[in-house]
């Protein structure tokens, strides 16, 4: 057990939706990064927030978002869904702000289908 | 811009048997590279890192990985294999895009073990 909280476990949905998927980090972490994990694109990193604000940005589409609050948990917006935002959502945390010099400890994901 | 490349998207290997993973890297300045691995329903998990110093570096569970700059490679490897080894293990580098706060994973290597 990496320590590091997702859910849901699963999602169905219809395109066009929105849906909100949620990250517990583990204790004393204080950053979360979001990447998008699907059979063409592999795992793309999406976006990193740590102690509640953006730190960086990677290939995040304008339709999706994403916030840390007071408690260091995060979510991650997706709307208008599309079908080919059908993939598995990692949550991962570390202590620090530079993913390079620390260990990632991943959540288990959130499997979106887009129907 | 940074980015690794593993070599076979599927490796199947009999128990005890060497393993070997291959991950290539490009990277315009000294890249920090790690290794990951994935088991079936989970997140993923550290095995092992290079940031700097000796270029030979053991991780959990036997392996260790070798960084190799005249190659730009950095090799996954482990004298003997387990059933337990069967896994997804993928390459990452250190993302200069953002500051090298997040990570670029490769594509993945699933590793099967036969008895």
């Known amino acids: 057990d990496s320590g590091v909280t997702q859910t849901p476990k699963h999602l169905i949905t219809a395109t066009g939706q929105r849906v909100t998927l949620r990250c517990s980090p583990r204790?004393?972490?204080?950053?979360v990064y979001w990447y998008q994990q699907s059979l063409d694109q592999g795992l793309q990193f999406l976006i990193q927030?740590?102690?509640?604000?953006?730190?960086a940005k990677g290939n995040i589409l304008e339709r999706f978002s994403a916030q840390q609050f007071p408690d260091l948990h995060s979510e991650l917006n997706l709307s208008s869904l599309e079908l080919g935002d059908s993939a598995l959502y990692f949550c991962?945390?570390?202590?620090?702000?530079?993913?390079?010099?620390?260990?990632?400890?991943f959540g288990s994901g959130t499997q979106l289908s887009v129907l | 811009a940074q980015s690794v490349t593993q070599l076979g998207s599927h490796v199947s290997v009999s128990e005890g048997a060497l393993v070997l993973l291959r991950c290539n890297y490009s990277?315009?300045?000294?890249?920090?590279l790690f290794w990951y691995v994935q088991y079936p329903n989970q997140g993923l998990q550290l095995l092992l890192k290079?940031?700097?110093?000796?270029?030979l570096v053991k991780g959990i569970n036997g392996f260790e990985a070798e960084f190799k700059k005249s190659e730009t490679s950095f090799h996954l490897t482990k004298p003997s294999a387990h059933m337990s080894d069967a896994a997804e293990y993928f390459c990452?580098?250190?993302?200069?895009?953002?500051?090298?706060?997040?990570?670029?994973f490769g594509s993945g290597t699933r590793l099967q073990v036969q008895p």
């Open positions: 991962a945390s570390s202590v620090g702000g530079q993913a390079e010099g620390e260990k990632l400890f």
């Open positions: 204790s004393g972490d204080l950053s």
């Open positions: 927030y740590y102690n509640g604000e953006e730190r």
């Open positions: 990277s315009s300045v000294p890249p920090y």
């Open positions: 290079y940031t700097t110093g000796a270029t």
């Open positions: 990452a580098v250190s993302d200069l895009r953002t500051g090298r706060r997040a990570l670029t």
